[in-house]
């Protein structure tokens, strides 16, 4: 089992960076698939990006390819989720999700979750 706790969200104008952390706490965290999903105020919770265990493996939501990047220490129990190049559309609470499957693109699929946090992107 683990605890999640992100971290790192905030006001940030159109084109700006953020990294939100993801700490863990709990043992095996390198045996949990992880990945970041977004809700948006009246808007369905969303998949942004998920890592494998070793964080060999990462995939993207189309809508963040190229700008987001995922990665994880094992060592610190902490997963990332660079954000570059934001945009307006990006404004929601951020989600990092744990699970000892393979990672998924479901937010049914993950067991363990963060409290969240909130990024919003001015235009």
């Known amino acids: 089992q683990v605890q999640l706790v992100e971290s790192g969200g905030g006001l940030v104008q159109a084109g700006g960076s953020l990294r939100l952390s993801c700490a863990a706490s709990?043992?095996?965290?390198?045996?949990?698939?992880c990945g970041w999903f977004r809700q948006a105020p009246g808007k369905e919770r969303e998949f942004v990006a998920a890592?494998?265990?070793?964080?060999?493996?990462?995939h993207f939501a189309d809508s963040v390819k190229g700008r987001f990047t995922i990665s994880r220490d094992n060592a610190k129990n902490t997963v990332y989720l660079q954000m570059s190049s934001l945009r307006p559309e990006d404004t929601a609470v951020y989600y990092c999700?744990?699970?000892?499957?393979?990672?998924?693109?479901?937010?049914?699929?993950?067991?363990?979750w963060g409290q969240g946090t909130q990024v919003t992107v001015s235009s």
């Open positions: 890592i494998s265990r070793s964080g060999g493996n990462t």
């Open positions: 709990g043992r095996g965290f390198s045996s949990y698939a």
């Open positions: 999700a744990a699970d000892l499957s393979s990672w998924s693109e479901i937010p049914y699929d993950y067991v363990y």
